[in-house]
């Protein structure tokens, strides 16, 4: 949890950047990101900042980088050769606001199609203003060059095979679009697309309270939907500088990780389903099905449950919940121990997995990975442990680390994580604090209904709170939560009103689905399937 560390020329963007990488240790590129500060009540130096994100090797320090850009040339110097993970992350931003980043080898549109007019995260931009697509995009214009900079000819490039894999395809989980060149079965060289599923996120927040905006968290990763409340709750409550109870930590940790396993049970169940293993699926989804019968009960709702309040939660646990919460966790054990039964010694499935879609470690720093796919390539980074929150310091479990970042070490550290959320999780039941799961603080948590049907007081303070919004104090902010697919990070701009100025949500699957076309050069086709299965793309989180 930061506010902006660095305000600099934007000149100097690419010494400043090269300096923090070689010899402050930020050698990890979070994010980019940009404000528009059209509509900002304090006077600022041009309309738009441009903002670097970055963390240290030892992920225990983040810093934020801010350059205001000159207002007629809206043009700052592209980082794309520093640092792998700023080519897609560039692309968004000059989608999004119109900043033009000089060298890169490929800026266009990223998110919105390419005969959108304008840029809609600006101020002054006409959210009523609806653009379609009526043509298609066949990519040759990413193609072409790539395969020229592989050393194909002309008329090489004739004898190759153009292949759309996805989106109307199973395999590719969401609207993704991966055009392939073949040379056989051998991929020689792939571009992506996100496909277009996008709900504006991010404008959306601009016209939310911060409230109002929990609901939406739940569907940038809506296989675990309760982790994106806590990470969205969590950042507000550390810009007003609310401790939220005890009680309340805990049972956000329980919930956190019986998403997390959720989320790890639907990736390993569709991955072995993509290799033709349907049997596994239903070992897997029956404790799955529990578990979201738990939070039916709990929360009023299966997948997207809204259950976060900033400062607390939305309902206590109810009673009994303890047991079926531990019948949840014996059928997730049973369900990954018959799975693993069918699959830890069958040849079909180490042969189509083992030394298959290989991710390198300094390939997954370069490229923004985190989470599972980073831990499988033999980096231990966790925010659990190197940055501990809600008390995570305080539990016993081990960070699963693969050792050769293939599709089976991917697979094998979910199946063993989901085993350490199980620890976890029987910890904070074991030591679950008693009291209240809000705390009092009227500027943030709604009264009790007698206070609102009994006083003034509470009458006024439910009507400013539910139309006025929590007032945030003004500043810009990042914070992070390990989310079931890695960071999970929240820039936020407050201009001291009810609703957040800026958001950019940094989710953790656009990155690892920059990466993805390089991952799979070289691979074949089959491989390439199973590959994309193994990294979790959620098209939600990276479309939002």
């Given at each position: 949890?930061?506010?902006?560390d660095?305000?600099?020329?934007s000149?100097?963007?690419?010494t400043?950047?090269?300096?923090l990488?070689n010899?402050e240790d930020?050698t990890i590129?979070l994010?980019?990101?940009?404000v ?12 738009f900042a441009?903002?670097?994100?970055l963390?240290?090797s030892?992920?225990?320090k ?7 850009v000159?207002d007629n040339?809206l ?7 520093v640092?792998a993970?700023?080519n897609w992350?560039?692309r968004?931003?000059?989608?999004q606001?119109g ?8 800026l266009k549109r990223?998110l919105?199609h390419q005969?959108f007019?304008?840029h809609?995260?600006?101020k002054?931009?006409n959210?009523?203003k609806g653009?379609i ?8 214009d990413e193609m ?5 900079s592989k050393?194909y ?7 190759l ?12 989980h969401g609207t993704i ?12 060289a792939c571009?992506?697309?996100i ?5 504006g996120?991010e404008?959306a927040?601009?016209?939310h309270t911060?409230?109002q905006?929990?609901p ?7 296989c675990?939907?309760?982790?994106n409340n ?9 810009m ?10 805990a049972?956000?940790?329980?919930l ?9 049970l639907?990736c390993?169940?569709?991955n072995?389903?993509d ?10 989804f029956?404790p799955?099905d529990d578990?979201?019968?738990?939070l039916s009960k709990?929360?009023?709702a299966?997948?997207?449950n809204?259950y976060?309040?900033i ?5 206590d646990?109810?009673e ?9 966790l014996?059928?997730?054990e049973k ?6 039964s069918?699959i830890?010694h ?6 189509r997995?083992q030394?298959v879609?290989?991710?390198k470690?300094d390939?997954?720093?370069a490229?923004?990975i985190?989470g599972?796919?980073l831990?499988?390539s033999?980096?231990a ?5 190197d940055?501990p929150?809600?008390g ?5 479990f ?5 050792s050769?970042g ?7 550290c979910?199946f063993e ?8 999780i029987r910890?904070?039941m ?5 009291g ?5 603080a ?5 009264p009790l209904?007698k206070d609102v049907y009994g006083?003034?007081e509470?009458?006024?303070n439910?009507?400013k ?16 939560s390990?989310?079931a ?10 201009d001291g009103?009810g ?6 949500c940094r989710?953790?699957?656009f990155y690892s689905?920059a990466?993805?076309?390089?991952i ?7 491989d390439a399937?199973i590959?994309m299965?193994s990294m ?5 989180e990276?479309?939002?």
């Amino acid at each position: 949890m930061l506010k902006c560390d660095m305000l600099i020329e934007s000149k100097d963007i690419r010494t400043t950047i090269l300096n923090l990488k070689n010899n402050e240790d930020y050698t990890i590129l979070l994010d980019v990101t940009a404000v528009d500060y059209l509509k900002f009540p304090d006077t600022t130096p041009s309309r738009f900042a441009v903002v670097y994100i970055l963390r240290s090797s030892d992920f225990k320090k983040e810093i934020t980088v801010k350059a205001f850009v000159d207002d007629n040339s809206l043009e700052v110097d592209s980082l794309h050769d520093v640092f792998a993970s700023a080519n897609w992350g560039e692309r968004e931003t000059f989608d999004q606001y119109g900043i033009k980043f000089k060298n890169h080898p490929n800026l266009k549109r990223v998110l919105n199609h390419q005969e959108f007019v304008g840029h809609p995260l600006r101020k002054d931009y006409n959210i009523l203003k609806g653009q379609i697509s009526t043509q298609t995009d066949d990519l040759m214009d990413e193609m072409l060059p790539l395969l020229k900079s592989k050393g194909y000819k002309e008329e090489e490039i004739e004898d190759l095979m153009l292949l759309n894999v996805g989106p109307s395809h199973p395999a590719t989980h969401g609207t993704i679009r991966n055009f392939m060149a073949m040379e056989g079965e051998t991929i020689s060289a792939c571009v992506t697309e996100i496909g277009y599923l996008h709900r504006g996120f991010e404008k959306a927040c601009e016209h939310h309270t911060y409230s109002q905006v929990i609901p939406y968290t739940d569907r940038l990763n809506y296989c675990s939907a309760i982790l994106n409340n806590i990470g969205w709750s969590k950042a507000i409550e550390e810009m007003m500088g609310i401790e939220i109870t005890a009680r309340t930590k805990a049972i956000r940790v329980i919930l956190g990780e019986l998403s997390r396993i959720i989320d790890h049970l639907v990736c390993n169940a569709a991955n072995m389903v993509d290799m033709g293993g349907l049997t596994n699926l239903w070992y897997l989804f029956t404790p799955r099905d529990d578990a979201y019968e738990l939070l039916s009960k709990l929360t009023g709702a299966r997948l997207t449950n809204s259950y976060t309040r900033i400062g607390g939660l939305e309902f206590d646990l109810y009673e009994g919940f303890d047991k079926d919460l531990e019948y949840v966790l014996k059928s997730v054990e049973k369900g990954v121990s018959d799975a693993l039964s069918l699959i830890a010694h069958n040849k079909l499935f180490l042969d189509r997995t083992q030394d298959v879609g290989i991710i390198k470690a300094d390939f997954a720093l370069a490229n923004g990975i985190s989470g599972p796919n980073l831990r499988a390539s033999g980096v231990a980074q966790d925010l659990r442990k190197d940055k501990p929150y809600y008390g995570y310091d305080n539990y016993e479990f081990d960070v699963v680390v693969g050792s050769h970042g293939d599709v089976y070490d991917r697979m094998m550290c979910r199946f063993e994580e989901m085993h350490q959320s199980i620890r976890i999780i029987r910890q904070a039941m074991k030591n679950l604090p008693d009291g209240a799961i809000n705390i009092y603080a009227p500027n943030a948590m709604l009264p009790l209904k007698k206070d609102v049907y009994g006083n003034i007081e509470g009458l006024m303070n439910q009507f400013k709170l539910t139309f006025e919004g929590i007032l945030v104090p003004k500043g810009e902010y990042y914070s992070y939560s390990e989310a079931a697919n890695g960071e999970l990070g929240f820039f936020i701009v407050s201009d001291g009103s009810g609703r957040p100025y800026k958001v950019k949500c940094r989710p953790p699957c656009f990155y690892s689905l920059a990466s993805y076309s390089k991952i799979v050069e070289n691979t074949m086709l089959a491989d390439a399937v199973i590959t994309m299965a193994s990294m979790n793309f959620i098209a939600g989180e990276f479309d939002r």
